[in-house]
């Protein structure tokens, strides 16, 4: 015969299991050559490589910890006081320092998008008063904005120990992984390579690159109506459907019960989905 269990026993049982697992699993990662122990050092790997990317202090140590604590707090909480989607909480907690350093990593990546025709062009006047390049980008740093600073201060740096101009500049284009930054960067660096007169090969990119910073503003401004526009034909279906039911309630149940309606409803949806996507085709404007 099966007795019956209180329902506190399975809620503290519940949180007892979960204070454990985690803790078992801590005990694993840091004293034990396990699984979690490699995916623990590949995790806080990622976080420290995103932080130092960033110029941003602190260690993939310390954030784990926080995560734990967060999550065991989270799960207690969401077992001992019966929280609704309390593991979702948990999930985004778990997330959390992954999504945030990809949203710096994008806020870094445009703002020196945005600076680097005023950094080529003062690297172009810079030249014309101190002809050696590394010199020149020397004497240019102190008046440069940050996050742009801080790149050509690692780019220095690097440079100090033993690395030329050329593999600092290949080095930040491939920090950065931007299309706009790798242009800019390139016509610096075949212009050192070949020679000639640099200065005006850099004023004739920066002016490019500005032009087409204007060009891209344009097309964004004209495209910014037919996108919301794109927004509306993706959900106003469905709003019209809530409307609807709400209104007279079963009023799509003949799209639910029969083959005509379900090859209606197949066709309606194929064609709200194509319409999605050839709308999305015609926005994506590439200058």
Not at 11 to 18: D, T
Not at 170 to 194: F, H, K, W
């Amino acid at each position: 015969m099966i007795e019956y269990v209180p329902g506190p026993v399975l809620k503290y049982g519940g949180i007892a299991l979960v204070v454990i697992g985690v803790g078992w699993m801590v005990y694993a990662v840091l004293f034990g050559d396990t699984i979690f122990t490699r995916y623990y050092r590949k995790y806080t790997n990622h976080i420290d490589r995103n932080l130092k990317l960033l110029f941003l202090e602190g260690s993939g140590d310390k954030i784990v910890a926080g995560q734990l604590i967060g999550v065991l707090v989270l799960s207690a909480a969401g077992i001992w006081l019966d929280l609704p989607y309390w593991y979702a909480m948990v999930g985004f907690a778990a997330a959390l320092p992954i999504l945030y350093l990809r949203q710096k990593r994008q806020e870094h990546i445009k703002k020196i998008e945005a600076q680097v025709d005023g950094f080529i062009l003062g690297f172009a006047n810079s030249l014309k008063t101190v002809p050696s390049p590394s010199a020149a980008l020397t004497a240019l740093y102190p008046v440069l904005i940050t996050p742009t600073k801080l790149e050509i201060e690692r780019v220095l740096k690097e440079m100090r120990v033993g690395s030329t101009l050329e593999q600092g500049l290949l080095n930040m284009s491939s920090r950065l992984r931007s299309p706009n930054i790798d242009s800019a960067l390139s016509a610096v660096l075949v212009g050192l390579q070949v020679g000639g007169n640099l200065p005006t090969v850099l004023e004739n990119t920066a002016l490019t690159i500005r032009e087409m910073n204007r060009l891209d503003g344009v097309v964004k401004t004209k495209t910014s109506e037919a996108k919301a526009q794109l927004w509306v034909l993706a959900l106003f279906p469905f709003f019209i459907m809530f409307a609807f039911n709400a209104i007279e309630e079963g009023y799509f149940d003949p799209l639910q019960s029969s083959l005509v309606g379900y090859i209606v409803t197949t066709i309606a949806t194929l064609l709200w989905m194509a319409s999605l996507l050839s709308a999305r085709k015609i926005l994506a404007v590439d200058i």
